[in-house]
């Protein structure tokens, strides 16, 4: 929920996805919640506010007793071709986990699967993977090309 072509062509907003997960959460479903950060935003420095400020508003309360997974979802990065370095997805990945751990306590921050997506590819998939706060990835356009995408969790284990 919350990808960003749905907030950017649907007009999802923050409490749309927080309703959304909080449904999939009540009908025994582990929702995918994704935040991200357009280009104009990266650059000027916004990325974190972007990204606190739709995690805050976008996870439900029940999280903290329900399995969810957060997608960090670079929109520069979305269909592009360009992706994230390593780095840049781990300085992420690692703000978003100490906001988890805001928002809820550590032990929880610790145990919710934070995955990167954004032009996932098998040549990034391993080095994506490799960073200490990248629990996983939410490969897109990959994934519709079987040699591709296998290559992806191959490169991945």
Same mark, same amino acid.
């Given at each position: 929920?919350?990808?960003?072509?749905?907030?950017?062509?649907?007009?999802?907003?923050?409490?749309?996805?927080?309703?959304?997960?909080?449904?999939?959460?009540?009908?025994?479903?582990?929702?995918?919640?994704?935040?991200?950060?357009?280009?104009?935003?990266? &650059?000027?420095?916004?990325?974190?506010?972007?990204?606190? $400020?739709?995690? $805050? $508003?976008?996870?439900?309360?029940?999280?903290?007793?329900?399995e969810v997974v957060v997608a960090y979802e670079p929109v520069w990065a979305i269909g592009t071709g360009k992706t994230a370095t390593s780095a840049q997805a781990q300085e992420v990945h690692a703000f978003i986990r100490n906001l988890l751990g805001e928002i809820f306590d550590e032990d929880t921050a610790r145990h919710v699967r934070i995955q990167y997506g954004g032009s996932v590819k098998?040549?990034?998939?391993?080095?994506?993977?490799?960073?200490? &706060?990248?629990?996983?990835?939410?490969?897109?356009?990959?994934?519709?090309?079987v040699r591709n995408f296998s290559e992806i969790i191959l490169n991945s284990i």
């Open positions: 929920v919350g990808h960003s072509e749905r907030r950017t062509n649907h007009g999802e907003t923050d409490d749309v996805v927080r309703n959304k997960a909080e449904a999939a959460i009540g009908s025994g479903l582990k929702p995918i919640i994704c935040v991200g950060e357009t280009e104009a935003q990266r &650059d000027a420095a916004e990325a974190e506010s972007v990204v606190s $400020a739709q995690l $805050a $508003a976008s996870i439900p309360d029940a999280a903290e007793q329900h098998p040549g990034n998939a391993r080095e994506l993977m490799s960073q200490t &706060d990248v629990d996983g990835a939410l490969v897109g356009g990959a994934s519709l090309d």
